[in-house]
């Protein structure tokens, strides 16, 4: 199974992923991970997107589907994958769809978390105290980050939701549910 989750920042979106990719015996393929994984080795691609990462901004499309083709074309990935933050944009979204097609495959289901913003701020806060606590903070856990993606969410990301609706593909589940529901309804979805 090939899925995506779709979902604002702070929405679940790496926490349901990483359920789902345990429960369906898939992996998860996060393009936030393997891009901080990239500026903390200080490879040319981490070099490149380091700044725009801190800012809040979105990584250049073509960095990030090159990242993603390399990662869906593993061997652990050909049974199947989930895509936590990617596509973030229509560009990404069709760039992904001609890989799998040259590979003759496609998207199974789109998920897509919906969280209220004012929510997500609170989520966010809350992540950043408590990898503050554990030595893990990230540097775009603040709230001038968050509005920023935020608004690069409503312009870029959300079309992504009318795109994959008129294919066919997407499911909204509320995100606002506990953890527990929202990976039941999760997983309601992949079943209707």
């Known amino acids: 199974m090939r899925l995506v989750l779709l979902g604002a920042p702070g929405s679940g979106k790496g926490t349901q992923a990483a359920r789902l990719a345990k429960r369906l015996a898939i992996p998860r393929l996060s393009t936030g991970d393997m891009l901080r994984a990239a500026v903390s080795e200080g ?9 725009a990462m801190e800012r809040g901004e979105l990584v250049p499309d073509d960095l990030v589907v090159a990242i993603v083709a390399e990662c869906i074309s593993l061997p652990d990935a ?18 992904l769809d001609d890989i799998l097609r040259a590979a003759d495959l496609r998207i199974d289901r789109v998920l897509e978390l919906d969280v209220d913003e004012a929510a997500l701020l609170v989520r966010i806060l809350n992540r950043a105290d408590e990898a503050k606590v554990n030595g893990f903070a990230r540097a775009d ?4 980050a968050l509005r920023m993606r935020l608004e690069e969410y409503r312009g870029q990301t959300r079309p992504l939701a009318d795109y994959y ?21 999760l997983l309601e979805a992949l079943d209707a």
Request: hydrophobic content about 35%; glycine content about 12%.
């Open 43 to 51: 490879t040319p691609i981490g070099t490149r997107v380091k700044a």
């Open 78 to 95: 050909k049974s199947g994958f989930i895509l936590d933050g990617f596509p973030r944009t229509v560009v990404q979204a069709t760039a």
């Open 141 to 144: 856990d603040t709230e001038a």
């Open 165 to 185: 609706r008129g294919q066919g593909l997407l499911k909204s589940i509320n995100g606002l549910q506990s953890i527990n529901k929202v990976a039941n309804s």
